[in-house]
């Protein structure tokens, strides 16, 4: 494959072009996918020296194109990998069957029976379950923070970790799904300081960029150790496949690589190359999503039936909010919650009575999609961490997509009618 070295171009430069050379095949102007199971070799000195350098590091092969067979890599995931990293500005990254495999990669490797982490509240809701439900199985804790602007509330969870356990990672989703709550990540890492000097040892940092993606925040810039990104989402951008990835530093990384391998949760060819593609798209079709959002959210604001609104840019002036939004984030993004008066029953009415707006629990792709976030997305917590989360029954989350503004804005009115 190409020249891994990062050049200082700006994130949407490398979506196109980073990581791919076309002499790697045939001269062809952008990278085919690899649809291949294994790899042959010229010699069988070639194939042991390959497994020495994938496995042991050195030998003639080390620091070559190490492809043995696809569980352990493919070309698609060496350019899918330089790209996400390189866009991340992190020195490694690695891509994953969903965004959920590359969560639970984190979970499994560095937290230990007895260790704990310290997340924000709200987290989507598969790895609020991950952390309180499947990983205390193998005996790890949590404890969450809700105000992530906030050093004593996040501090405030940490002190109740660490009366439990050492605490081995410190999580954050920001902007937060459903609501778009900001985590100050430089904060964040402050914090893991201080846990370091409390109990001699540094958490790691883990932030799911997904919600914003790397081309409007970028937490590895914010000194974060691993940012895990749901490629699903606004970089695929189409509602059509399942990927996600973990980008940061490459001792983690590395660590990383060498259990996918066995637990076998890496990016298939096919899906490696859709995700490469649909990614030197993904910031012009983010920016219109985004400019429709606002459109959208300042119509909300002003309907009677709508009780309040979490889009990013409506953060009060002189809020620590809007501070951590103006400092870490460029933009606002196009998912948020609002609220109606009312619970359950209103917002059933409003969301049967859609005709243009899709509802389905994915978001980032090119169509707006919408749901009852109490009744789908987060059904699975308890009525206290929806409620922590600052989730009702009357909220709604829409991932507003590339229809025209005007469209959008004309079916939520005809639908709110009958709400």
Known sequence: ???????????????????????????????????????????????????????DGDGPEAGGALHIY????HPGLDILEARLAAIDGAEAALAYCSGMAA??????AYLRPGEGVVFGRPFYSGVDGLFNEIMPQFGTFAEAYTDGCDEANIWAACERAMARGPVAMLAAESP???????????????????????????PIVMVDNTLLGPFHQRPIEHGVDLCVTSLTKYCAGHSDLLAGAISGRKD???????QRLTWGNHLDPYTAWLVTRSLETAPIRIERAMENAKAVAEWLRDHPKVAGVTYLGFAPEGSAKRAVLERQCSAAGSTFSFHLHGGEAEAFRMLDRLKLLKMAVNLGGTNTLICHS????HYALTPEARAASGITDGTIRMSVG?????DIIADLAQALEGA
Not at 11 to 20: I, S
């Open 374 to 377: 109490a009744s789908t997305t």
């Open 1 to 55: 494959m190409a020249d891994q070295k990062t050049p200082s171009f700006r994130p949407e430069t490398l979506a196109v072009t980073h990581g791919w050379n076309s002499e790697d095949a045939l001269r062809s102007a952008k990278p085919p996918a690899f649809m291949t199971a294994t790899f042959t070799y010229p010699s069988a000195q070639t194939a042991k020296d390959v497994h020495r350098a994938y496995f």
């Open 70 to 73: 696809s569980r352990l890599g």
């Open 252 to 258: 983690l990384i590395d660590a990383l690589k060498l």
């Open 176 to 202: 937060g799904n459903p609501t778009a709550a900001l985590v100050d990540l430089d904060l964040l890492v402050a914090i893991a300081g201080r846990i370091e000097a409390a109990q001699g040892r540094r």
């Open 402 to 406: 590339l229809e025209h503004k005007d």
């Open 103 to 108: 969560h639970t990669a984190v979970a499994l």
